[in-house]
C-alpha cells in the first residue's frame, strides 16, 4: 500500500534536482569570493611586514608602508564610536522597553531603515553641509566621525534592540514585582543579561566604519599627510581612502602595494565580523534561558 | 495601618522616581534622535541644492540632456546619461544577482541543514561585509584585466564590470533578508502540506514561496536600492566616463559616482557644488520611495 508510486518517483527527482540547482547557485555566489580572497592574500601577502604596517608612505607614496592611514582609521572608528554608541543604545532601550505601538514609534523604524539605506555619498553630502560647513568643524576627524557615526547608528540599533528583546519579560516582571522603577529593572536586570549582544553589534559597527570610503573623502580624510592627527580636528589620512587613493589618483603605484592595502584594509574588516560571528554564537550556546 | 503606609510609601517622589522620570525621557530623546538625523540629512541636503534648483536649474534640460559639463562654459547640466549609467549597471547587478540570491536563500532556509547551513549563514554574512572600496579594487585590477582577456575587448571597465560587482555586493544582502522571510513562514504550514502527501519541492514551490512573497519582493527591493546608492565600487569599475551606454561594455558614470569624483575640485557655494547637492536631493528621494515600498510592502502582508 506504501509501495512507492511512478509519481512518488518524479516527485523526488523534481526535488533533487531543485536542490542540486540551488545548492549550485550558492556555490557560485561564495566561489567568486574565495577566488577574490586568496588573489588578494596571494598577491597582498608579499608586500605584508613590520615595516610596511609601521611606516609611512615615501617616494610620492609608490614606496614605504601605511602607518599614517592605520593610525587614522582608529581615530576615525574611536571617535564615531564615542558618538554613536550612547545615542545608539538609547534608541534601542527607547524602543525595545518603552516605546508603544503606534505611529510614533513606527517612524522611528522608518527612519532608521531609512538611516541604513541612504546612499554614502549622500551621507557625505550631509557631513559637509552639517558638520563642516554649518557646525563650523572644517575638514576634521570630528567631522568625519560624526558622519560615519549617523550612517552605522542603525547598525548599533538594531543589534541592541535586537539582544535586549531577546531578555525573557518574566525577568522584568520578577524586577517590577519586587518595587524596582523602570529604570532600576533595565539598568540592574535587562542590560547585564544583553550586554554581550551589544556588544557584538558595537564589533559589527567597528567592521563597518573602518571600510566606508565615501563618508570621509570630504568630511576629514586627506589624500596624503606627512604627520599623524593630534587632535579631533586635524584631519587625518584613512586606510580605506589610502586604497581608492593608490588604485586610482597615483600612477606607478607598484602592484604589491596596492593588493598589501586592500589585504590589511579586508583582513582588518573581516576579523572583526568574524570575532562578532564567533561572540554571537558562543552566547547562544551558553544562553541561561 | 501598614497597607495605607505603604501606599504613601509607593506615592512618594523620591530620587528613584526623578532618576526614573529623567531616563525616560533621555531615552525618549535617543528613540527620536533617528527621525531627527533622516529629517537633519534632507534639511541640510536641500539647503545646499536649493540654490541650484531656484536659481539656474532648468527642469527639462536637467533631466533630459545627457551633457554633464559643469565646468565648460556655459556650463550644462544635464543627468540623463548618469542616470542611464545608474539604471544600466544597477539592472544587469539584479539581474545577477536577484536568481541566484533568492536561489541561495531557497537552499539555505530550506534544503541545508545543521553545520552546512550555519555556515553557508557565516560565509554569506562575511560576504556582506567586504567595503565597497574593495569591491572597487577588485574591478579595477582582477575584473579589468579578466574582461579584457576574455571578451577581447580595449577596456574592461564599465556596465559589465560594475554589474557584476554589484550584483555580488547586493546579492548577500538580498539573500539573507529572503532567507528570514521564508524563516517567518509558520513550520505548521509546511507540514500541513507535508501531511497531505506533498513532496518537499512541492511544498516550498506552492506553500512557502507564496506565504513569503512579501518578504521576498522586499528583499529584491532593498537589493536595488543597495546597488542604486553605491558609489565607491561604481565610480572605480564603471570606467566613469559620461555616455548613454548601447553595450554591456561601455563604459558609464553613475549618479552617486559623479558626486564622490567631483565635490572635492567644486568650489563650495559654486552653482557646480550645488547641482552636486541637487543629484544628492534625487539620490535621497529614491532611496527613499525604495525603502518605503518596501516597509509598505511587508506591512501589507501583516494587515491581512
Request: charged residues 10%.
Given at each position: 500500500m506504501f509501495a512507492a508510486t511512478a509519481l512518488d518517483h518524479r516527485n523526488r527527482r523534481t526535488q533533487r534536482a531543485f536542490k542540486a540547482l540551488f545548492g549550485l547557485m550558492t556555490l557560485m555566489l561564495i566561489t567568486p569570493v574565495i577566488i577574490i580572497l586568496t588573489v588578494l592574500v596571494v598577491k597582498g601577502g608579499p608586500a605584508l611586514s613590520m615595516e610596511f604596517l609601521f611606516s609611512a608612505p615615501s617616494n610620492g607614496m609608490t614606496a614605504g608602508g601605511i602607518f599614517p592611514a592605520l593610525v587614522g582609521t582608529v581615530w576615525l572608528v574611536a571617535v564615531a564610536l564615542l558618538a554613536s554608541v550612547p545615542v545608539g543604545v538609547a534608541s534601542a532601550i527607547y524602543l525595545a522597553e518603552y516605546a508603544p505601538d503606534n505611529w510614533f514609534t513606527r517612524l522611528i523604524n522608518l527612519a532608521i531603515i531609512n538611516l541604513a539605506g541612504v546612499p554614502s555619498i549622500v551621507h557625505a553630502l550631509f557631513g559637509v553641509g552639517?558638520?563642516?560647513?554649518?557646525?563650523?568643524?572644517?575638514?576634521s576627524i570630528l567631522a568625519a566621525s560624526l558622519t560615519l557615526a549617523v550612517m552605522t547608528l542603525p547598525v548599533v540599533i538594531v543589534a541592541t534592540r535586537e539582544s535586549l528583546q531577546a531578555v525573557p519579560k518574566a525577568f522584568r516582571e520578577a524586577c517590577w514585582n519586587m518595587g524596582a522603577t523602570r529604570w532600576q529593572t533595565i539598568w540592574k536586570v535587562v542590560l547585564p543579561n544583553s550586554i554581550s549582544g551589544i556588544l557584538t553589534g558595537v564589533i559589527l559597527e567597528v567592521s563597518r566604519t573602518s571600510g566606508e570610503t565615501a563618508p570621509i573623502m570630504f568630511t576629514g580624510a586627506a589624500l596624503f599627510l606627512p604627520f599623524l592627527p593630534q587632535g579631533v580636528l586635524d584631519q587625518t589620512m584613512a586606510l580605506s581612502l589610502h586604497l581608492f587613493v593608490l588604485s586610482?589618483?597615483?600612477?606607478?603605484?607598484?602592484e604589491h602595494l596596492e593588493y598589501g592595502v586592500a589585504l590589511v584594509l579586508i583582513g582588518m574588516v573581516l576579523a572583526m565580523n568574524a570575532l562578532s560571528i564567533g561572540f554571537r554564537v558562543y552566547l547562544r550556546g551558553r544562553k541561561k534561558w | 495601618m501598614t497597607n495605607i503606609d505603604r501606599t504613601v510609601d509607593l506615592d512618594r517622589r523620591g530620587r528613584d522616581w526623578y532618576i526614573d522620570k529623567a531616563v525616560s525621557w533621555l531615552v525618549f530623546v535617543g528613540g527620536a534622535s533617528a527621525i531627527v538625523l533622516i529629517l537633519g540629512i534632507f534639511a541640510f541636503v536641500t539647503k545646499e541644492g536649493l540654490g541650484f534648483i531656484l536659481g539656474p536649474m532648468n527642469f527639462v534640460e536637467f533631466f533630459t540632456?545627457?551633457?554633464?559639463?559643469?565646468?565648460?562654459?556655459p556650463p550644462t547640466y544635464g543627468i540623463l546619461a548618469l542616470m542611464a549609467g545608474t539604471a544600466s549597471v544597477t539592472g544587469l547587478a539584479m539581474l545577477i544577482s536577484v536568481p541566484f540570491s533568492l536561489g541561495a536563500a531557497i537552499y539555505i532556509g530550506e534544503f541545508a541543514t545543521g553545520k552546512v547551513r550555519e555556515t553557508l549563514k557565516v560565509l554569506v554574512e562575511l560576504l556582506a561585509a567586504i567595503p565597497s572600496v574593495v569591491w572597487g579594487f577588485i574591478g579595477l585590477s582582477i575584473m579589468n584585466p579578466l574582461i579584457i582577456r576574455v571578451f577581447n575587448v580595449p577596456l574592461g571597465l564599465g556596465i559589465l564590470n560594475s554589474g557584476i560587482i554589484l550584483g555580488l555586493m547586493a546579492a548577500p544582502i538580498m539573500t539573507t533578508i529572503a532567507e528570514d522571510a521564508l524563516k517567518a513562514v509558520p513550520d505548521s504550514y509546511r507540514e500541513a502540506a507535508e501531511a497531505m502527501g506533498a513532496s518537499r519541492w512541492q511544498v516550498i514551490l506552492k506553500v512557502v514561496l507564496p506565504a513569503a512573497k512579501h518578504g521576498l519582493m522586499a528583499a529584491v527591493l532593498l537589493g536595488v536600492g543597495r546597488g542604486f546608492g553605491e558609489t565607491m565600487a561604481v565610480l572605480m569599475s564603471s570606467g566613469h566616463s559620461i555616455n548613454l551606454p548601447t553595450s554591456p561594455f561601455d563604459s558609464v558614470r553613475a549618479l552617486t559616482a559623479t558626486i564622490a569624483a567631483e565635490l572635492g575640485e567644486a568650489p563650495g557655494g559654486s552653482d557646480h557644488f550645488r547641482a552636486l547637492f541637487t543629484i544628492g536631493i534625487l539620490l535621497f528621494l529614491v532611496t527613499f520611495a525604495i525603502n518605503l515600498t518596501a516597509d509598505i510592502v511587508v506591512r501589507g502582508k501583516g494587515k491581512r
Open positions: 552639517a558638520f563642516v560647513l554649518f557646525a563650523g568643524f572644517g575638514e586610482t589618483q597615483v600612477p606607478n603605484v607598484p | 540632456n545627457p551633457a554633464w559639463r559643469p565646468t565648460s562654459r
